[in-house]
C-alpha cells in the first residue's frame, strides 16, 4: 500500500511519456515495403484530388461533397508522405550500415532525396513529385534487398495508382 501512494505520488510530480519506435533494440525485421504501398498512396491521392471536378454553379450540398473529398484525400497523401519519411528515416538509421555506405556510395543521396521528395510531395499537389517519391524509394528498396543478399524483383503493382513495387524474389 506504501510503495503503490509512493508510485502514485512520484507520477504526478514526474509524469510519464509514451514513446514510440521501431526499433532501437534492433529487432532485425526491417522491409521497404511500407514504403512502397505509402509512396503509392501518395500517387493515388495526387490522383484523386487532380480528377475532383466541380460545376461552378454546384449547389452547397455537391461544394460541401467536394471539399469534403478534398480534405480527406489531402489529409491521407500528407499522412502517406510522412509514412515514407518515417519508413526510410528507420531503414537509414537503424539498418544500413557503414559497409551498406561503402558498397552503395548513392546510398546517401538517394536518402536525402527521398525525404526531400516526400515533403514535396506532402506539400503540393504534384504528380511528378509523387512519382519521384515512389522511384527513389523502389531503389532504395533494390539496394536493401542487395544488402541481404536477396534478389528482387520489379512487379506491376496491382493497386490503382499503378506503377510498380518492387518485391524479393522467390
Known amino acids: 500500500m506504501i510503495m503503490q501512494r509512493l508510485f502514485l505520488l512520484v507520477s504526478k510530480i514526474l509524469p510519464t511519456q509514451i514513446a514510440y519506435g521501431h526499433c532501437d533494440i534492433p529487432c532485425g525485421i526491417y522491409d521497404p515495403h511500407n514504403a512502397q504501398m505509402a509512396a503509392h498512396t501518395v500517387i493515388r491521392m495526387t490522383n484523386l484530388i487532380r480528377d475532383l471536378k466541380i ?44 559497409e551498406h555506405l561503402n558498397k552503395y556510395p548513392e546510398l546517401h543521396d538517394l536518402v536525402f532525396k527521398t525525404m526531400k521528395l516526400a515533403s514535396k510531395a506532402r506539400q503540393e ?46
Open 55 to 98: 460545376d461552378q454553379n454546384a449547389s452547397i450540398e455537391e461544394r460541401k461533397k467536394f471539399i469534403h473529398a478534398l480534405s480527406r484525400y489531402t489529409k491521407v497523401k500528407e499522412e502517406h508522405a510522412e509514412i515514407v519519411k518515417h519508413e526510410i528515416r528507420v531503414l537509414w538509421g537503424d539498418y544500413f550500415k557503414d
Open 125 to 170: 499537389v504534384n504528380i511528378d513529385a509523387a512519382n519521384n517519391l515512389l522511384e527513389t524509394v523502389q531503389e532504395i528498396a533494390e539496394i536493401f534487398w542487395k544488402t541481404k543478399s536477396i534478389k528482387s524483383t520489379k512487379i506491376n503493382a496491382p493497386y490503382p495508382s499503378g506503377g510498380t513495387i518492387i518485391i524479393p524474389k522467390q
